[in-house]
């Protein structure tokens, strides 16, 4: 199933800000794996966005996350826009 990856993390952020952050990430990892409901993506990547509000932000972290594992955040969350929460997000 999953891989073990290094999630890009703020020493900054408090245990319950890396937790949404990380939870946010493995979701990903699913989307890559075998799919993730649409639902369960979009409450995770809400909660990762307050921690990370900025699209700066945002686009760093995706960034850094593609380059150690090779898993692409934004075609996952760009696929949300269109789907229904019962929809199967796949990269």
Known sequence: M???YSYPLDT?????EVVKVVEFFEAVEYGH?????AAELKRR???FKEVVPSKSGE????REFKEQSGLESYTLVRQLKDAGDQDI???
């Open 89 to 91: 997000i796949r990269a």
């Open 33 to 37: 794996d075998e799919g993730i409901a």
């Open 12 to 16: 900054d952020w408090t245990t319950d």
């Open 45 to 47: 990547y809400r909660a």
């Open 2 to 4: 999953a891989q073990e």
């Open 59 to 62: 686009k760093t972290l995706f």
